[in-house]
């Protein structure tokens, strides 16, 4: 339903919105904010980073303004759980949206199919491309051209507190039966429950699906596979970890539930991602920092896989201060701020020469992370993928409260998404 609405009035905004003169956004001095070329204006910027890593995006994205002093930028943080519906309303009104927006990689291709992302071929914001990851690029295309520049890249992993496991005698699982096995002692031994797991976000249901060798759909093809055998156990492995008490999970807020367990020590494993290691060495548990660990998230029956996240930066269509925009994106996605958002942050790089810095490559969490990002899956970049993530997050609701099969949740899913890809098999 949400691609035929807004496919309705996509063609539309395409055409208009670049160059509509009551498009909300920076406003500039000349055309574009660029008077005599030197750039000028206001350049708002959606930044949907986390608590622990705002101040410092806040921090980067100011210094901008020290290279073009009369460009000024006009920081919003907006929460991730918000920031997509905020970002369409935004632009589909034509009012109130950014010049310049942090969007989650499956957010592209759906913003600019819309035709809410100004394409940016031939513009300042790519700057020296063949630096990037080739699999960071992969997110920003949509039909043959460029809508956005790669900010970060991430997978998930399984961070680990050393000494629980140390203490239950157990070694760190490689797969979710090991996990499974190793539970037992690790409640007997320490109190902890094995694994946090996240029931509330689709994303995390992802390393269950390619553990079996499965995928939520076959773009290339245009088959959607979600609801085969891998989808059915996929959701039983889920149903299985929580049944036995090896994992622990909640519907709702698993984001802070999750991170403050581990924390806390009340759980000595959880899967999560780069974006979460400040946070989680905030916490009682990893006052030595050392003792938190980040291994492979665990195998299924068939293989190892997780899913390559990440962030790119995007220009809105109907910005007024385009020129100032596209030089604050090439500034932020370049070399020299992603370096001091790894060495600050410990997230990865999407720039290839940033892992030649020492102070990066000896990063303890890149020296794990970019080996398992070279490894991740690729998600399938078309404009409905995001939108493939809700059927599973009611689904996985339904299975973990015995409200549906695995066998019937895999199917409904399938029935879902055969509905929002119409010619799809």
Known sequence: MRRGIRGITASALVAGLALAATACGGGGDGENGNSGGELSGTVTFWDTSNDAEK???RKLAEGFQKEHPKVHVEYVNVPFGDANAKFKNAAGGNSGAPDVMRTEVAWTADFANLGYLAPLDGTPALDKTDDYLPQALGSTKFKGKTYAAPQVI????????????????????????????AAKKIKSKTGATALYLRGDDPYWFLPYLYGEGGDLVNARDKVVEIDDGAG???????????????AVTDATDGQENQLKALKDGTVAMAIDGPWDIEGARAGKAFKDKKNLGVAPVPGGSRAQGSPQ?????????????????????KYMSSAKV????????????????????PAVKNNEMVEFFKPAVDGAVQRPWI???????????????????????????????????????????
């Open 383 to 425: 404009a409905e993928g995001n939108s493939l993530f809700e059927p599973i997050k009611v689904q996985m609701n339904k299975v973990l409260t015995g409200a549906a099969t695995p066998e019937q949740a895999a199917k409904a899913t399938g029935d879902a998404y055969r509905k929002l890809l119409k010619d799809y098999k």
């Open 309 to 329: 996240g990440g962030w790119n930066l995007s220009v809105y269509a109907g910005s007024k201060n385009l020129a100032a925009s596209y030089a604050f994106v």
């Open 338 to 357: 992603q370096q001091q958002t790894t060495e600050q942050l410990s997230l990865l790089p999407t720039r290839k020469s940033v892992y030649d810095v």
């Open 232 to 246: 059915v156990k996929a959701f039983k492995t889920l149903k299985s970890l929580v049944d036995s008490k090896a």
């Open 55 to 57: 101040a410092t995006y």
């Open 154 to 181: 991430d997978t998930l992993g399984l961070f680990y507190n050393k000494k629980l496991l140390k203490d239950a005698g157990v070694e760190v699982p490689k797969t979710f039966d090991e996990l499974a096995t």
